[in-house]
């Protein structure tokens, strides 16, 4: 099966890394590096935990029946597996004096306060810390608070009753600094690990939880290498979903029901007065909000994501599509048949990235990182104005940050209580360098390290997309037409 990449050797989906794996290209090490012998009995019982995990307790990475008989023929022993998450008999850090910090990295997703808050209630009321001489910081401003520890200004000791009061909202308290150091092993970022490195010897810090995506999870991991005395966890944040082996990442629920109520909103306007909505939303790099969002409203004529585009080879392709986009726009939204006449456009903001980076035009005009969605709009309405019928506006609508500070719904505030009371679990034994996940039905420890080089994103030849494009009836771009193979 073709794999997709985005740049020099990232890969975009699991099965392409098992793929991937099975040619020898990569290595796939699932094991989990534990600091030290676990000699302390845990004195939280399973009456109060559920049943103690052992360290065979494992759960295979894949349930397809195609991969695992690619297995069989690779001569492969066993399939990959995951170690499964869960409390543990036998302890690694003392649960009452250990000292923890928690931060929170790269950008806002809905849920970041209900998992600090389990975190706290984990060590605090069930591991007896607040009986003890433990303490529980949180640090302010991401890695760049981290690399300033000494500074009593940006830190701030956690309690239960503190963090219960930050529940119900959205945002973080604790601020979210974006860091230039998240790819590669440049210089710039061994300094930036080796202070932080120090900073988390000298305050005495034995766990360090980091709350953020597939970049700040890279940059954890270079920190958990560089510290083995140390539990290092990362716990995956990205409204935007595209951090691999994470089923969906917390947040990504919220975010995709707040952009569907925006979608519908901005859709009865476009109705009422007879015009065109042009909606950009979030996603960088991935177009999963948009795409979900577009499906769950069942109102969107055409849905641009990051995907489609970075399959297309030039500027010429992707300006024909986008000319094919607007035409489809402008014919269904002035069909008599569609009345009153109205129409709506989505549009993941990776879209106006690739633009940019690559140096495409949008109808001859040079793209900047803020001009693509307005040119984009005088493209449809040009489009619209040439077609036959009644003359429509089109207006631009940016409601992306109003989808990512929104307190998490129902569903995320259960997924983060159980994601910051796993993680403390599983620290505590001693455990470091992974991050939490509920892959497929189950919550295992995933080695940061094979978030390397790899990103998740939609398969545009995939069953998911081929639904969305099935319901906006937008045409196809050139290369989706080409693509060939299966996707999950």
């Known amino acids: 099966m073709p794999e997709r990449r985005v740049g020099v050797g990232r890969i975009t989906s699991e099965r392409s890394v098992l793929n991937s794996f099975l040619r020898g290209e990569r290595e796939f090490d699932t094991s989990v590096r534990v600091i030290g012998e676990t000699t302390i009995t845990n004195p939280a019982t399973e009456d109060e935990l559920g049943l103690y995990r052992s360290g065979e307790a494992r759960k295979a990475v894949i349930a397809d029946t195609e991969m695992l008989h690619a297995f069989e023929e690779h001569g492969s022993q066993t399939v990959p597996t995951f170690l499964e998450a869960g409390p543990r008999a036998r302890l690694y850090h003392d649960p009452h004096t250990v000292k923890v910090a928690i931060v929170t990295t790269g950008g806002l997703a809905p849920g970041i306060h209900c998992t600090i808050h ?80 120090d900073n988390l010897r000298q305050n005495g810090i034995n766990i360090l939880y980091v ?98 585009f970075n399959l297309l080879e030039s500027s010429d392709d992707a300006n024909t599509y986008l000319r094919a986009i607007a035409h489809w726009v402008a014919e269904w939204a002035q069909d008599p048949r569609h009345h009153p006449v109205h129409g709506v456009m989505v549009v993941a903001e990776g879209v106006g990235t690739i633009f940019q980076k690559r140096g495409w035009k949008v109808d001859g005009a040079e793209v900047t990182k803020s001009s693509f969605v307005g040119q984009l709009m005088l493209l449809v309405e040009r489009e619209v104005a040439e077609h036959r019928g009644e003359d429509l506006a089109v207006y631009l609508n940016q409601p992306r940050h109003y989808i990512r500070a929104v307190p998490a719904n129902s569903h995320d505030q259960i997924y983060c209580e159980r994601l910051g009371a796993l993680a403390v679990d599983n620290a505590l034994a001693g455990y470091t360098g992974f991050m939490i996940s509920q ?41 989706e037409r080409s693509a060939s193979g299966s996707h999950p």
């Open 211 to 308: 709350i953020g995506g597939d970049g700040s999870l890279r940059v954890a991991h270079q920190i958990a290498e560089a510290n083995p005395t140390r539990s290092i966890v990362g716990i995956p944040k990205t409204m935007d979903n595209d951090i691999l082996w994470v089923w969906n990442s917390f947040g990504f629920d919220t975010a995709v029901e707040q952009a569907t109520r925006v979608i519908n909103t901005l859709r009865n306007d476009a109705e009422a007065t007879r015009r065109v909505s042009l909606i950009e939303l979030f996603g960088a790099e991935s177009g999963f909000v948009a795409a979900n969002a577009t499906l769950a409203s069942g109102h969107v004529n055409a849905v641009l994501i990051p995907e489609v």
């Open 439 to 479: 892959w497929l039905s189950e919550y295992v420890l995933v080695p940061m390290a094979l978030l390397k080089d790899a990103q998740k994103s939609i398969p545009v030849n995939g069953m998911f997309w081929k639904q969305v494009v099935s319901s906006t009836g937008q045409p196809l771009s050139p290369a």
């Open 118 to 197: 389990s975190i706290v209630k984990r060590h605090w009321h069930t591991y007896r810390l607040g009986a003890a001489q433990g303490r529980i910081y949180g640090v302010y401003n991401g890695f760049d608070g981290l690399c300033r520890l000494a500074e009593s200004r940006v830190k701030l000791e956690l309690t239960p009753e503190l963090t219960e009061q930050w529940l119900d909202q959205g945002g973080s308290k604790l601020g979210l600094v974006r860091g230039e150091f998240v790819r590669g092993d440049d210089e710039p970022l061994r300094k930036m690990v080796n202070k932080i490195t």
